[in-house]
């Protein structure tokens, strides 16, 4: 047996307002939407995977979801455009990625990061 594929699942009142920070912001596509379910997505391979940890990194707390991007500063910049508070960083972590954390619009602490070349 193999796992094709892991999915978070975010509890969200109001589907729609995924849309503005998911897709407006951090670029994602719409792969479906039913109104009681919306899921974003890219069309590109991306890896699978499932963190399980007793603390954030750097005496942070333990974010919800973490993003990889491959420009941190434009998703910096656009998080900044769209008004959205910035909780911590950026900061060049010891451990190779430089990232930063804001809240989704359900109150989600994403980490958004990039790995440092």
Not at 46 to 66: K, R
Request: negative net charge; aromatic residues 10%; contains cysteine.
């Amino acid at each position: 047996m193999k796992v094709n594929r892991i999915v978070a699942n975010v509890a969200a009142p109001d589907t729609a307002a995924a849309k503005s920070f998911y897709r407006d912001v951090l670029g994602l596509e719409p792969l479906m939407d039913f109104g009681w379910v919306a899921t974003y997505g890219s069309s590109e391979t991306m890896q699978a995977q499932i963190s399980f940890a007793s603390e954030g990194g750097s005496g942070t707390p333990v974010p919800d979801l973490s993003i990889e991007v491959d420009d941190l500063d434009e998703a910096l910049r656009r998080m900044k455009a769209a008004c959205i508070t910035i909780e911590y960083g950026p900061a060049d972590e010891p451990w190779g990625v430089r990232r930063f954390f804001v809240r989704d619009p359900f109150g989600k602490l994403i980490n958004i990061l990039q790995h440092r070349s």
